[in-house]
């Protein structure tokens, strides 16, 4: 099925942790922080199909059992941009899959999770469902996908969400499909404009205040890939804020470097100009922060790219109780 390792990206190589758009364009930019030797590769993928995908799977089964509700939603998305984003997710998936998934324009089928579902991608609907065996099957047995978008959502690593803006200006989030959300609710982002999303991070300021200018950027000039990253005590990928075990940002969890990961964030952004809009993607890695840092270069750039967050930086990270062992234990390293 999906034999590749995850990639592995290192975005703190830079040696400074930025709240920025760090836009690279799909297809042309290098991305200069790729693979163990930190090598700068051109991507041109929407979706990160690997060995990961079970674990993908098992969690958005999770969530989706537990509350799909608090994880996904629209807000007054237009049939032609839902048709627009979900008929790209189908295809590129589709074509980005290896033969594992198909579309056909009506039906979209998956071998690994063993069910083909006929979509009406206009207005959102599914129309039928049927089930096969096939080697994931049992992952979503007893999940019963509500509409089109958590149909082809549930078939992805990646979680989901459509910015739409009117054409006399002003945008808001249109749909979301966020499963393995890092510590934030999709419930008080649905509907909202790209300022507000940001206002809560941590030195968003200067990035809002160019923010008709991204968003212009994300439906006209893309598609881009973007990357976030942190430090985190477990590699859960679900941390809705109302799901259970919160510990990764429990105030007395102290700094053990055989439990602690580096979380990156893969987020790709493509647009659809006549549509008024575009789909953002976000694929989370966690990698044990061992691995990420063997390499004493890698260790210190992240100490000093830790070493550039503001207070404020720090605490929105939920980095507090962390950091001093953190940079501790990194210096050690080096
Ligand atoms: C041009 C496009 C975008 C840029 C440049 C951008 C940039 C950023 C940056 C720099 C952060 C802080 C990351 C960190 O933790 O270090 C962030 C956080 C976040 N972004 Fe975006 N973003 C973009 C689009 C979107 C879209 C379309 C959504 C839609 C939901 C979104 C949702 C979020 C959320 C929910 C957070 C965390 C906010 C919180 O803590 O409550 N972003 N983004």
Known sequence: MFERPPTFYRPFLTGRYTVSAGLYRLGTQAVPWVGSEAGAVVETHT?????????????????????????????????????????????????????????????????????????????????ELRRFAAPLAPLVADVTPVNALDFLGL???????IVARHPEGGDWVAALHVLSPQHWDPREKLGRDFVAVHEPVAGSGPMNATAPRLVDAVITRGPFVRF????????????????????????????????????????T????????GALFTIRPYTYPLRDAVADPAHARALAAALRTMT?????????????PGLLTWLDGVT
Do not use: C
Not at 155 to 161: C, I, V
Not at 233 to 250: E, F, G, I, N
Not at 269 to 276: D, Q
């Open 47 to 127: 979706f990160a199909l690997d060995r990961e995908y079970p674990r993908f799977v098992a969690s958005k089964a999770a969530a989706h059992r537990r509350a799909l509700h608090e994880y996904a939603g629209e807000a007054a998305l237009t049939p032609e941009l839902r048709e627009a984003a979900l008929s790209f997710v189908a295809r590129t998936l589709a074509e980005e899959s290896g033969g594992v998934m198909a579309w056909d324009g009506r039906t979209f089928t998956n071998r690994a999770l063993g069910w083909a579902a006929d979509l009406a991608l206009r207005w959102g609907g599914v129309e």
């Open 228 to 267: 976030a990253w942190g430090v985190a005590t477990r590699d859960r990928l679900d941390h809705h804020p109302a799901a259970p075990q919160r510990a990764d940002r429990a105030p007395e969890t102290r700094f053990d470097p055989d439990r602690a990961f580096l979380r990156v964030e893969r987020q």
């Open 269 to 276: 952004l493509t647009g659809f100009p006549e549509a008024h």
């Open 311 to 323: 207070p404020e930086q720090v605490a929105y990270k939920g980095l507090v109780p962390l950091l």
């Open 155 to 161: 078939n992805a690593p990646e979680d989901l969400a």
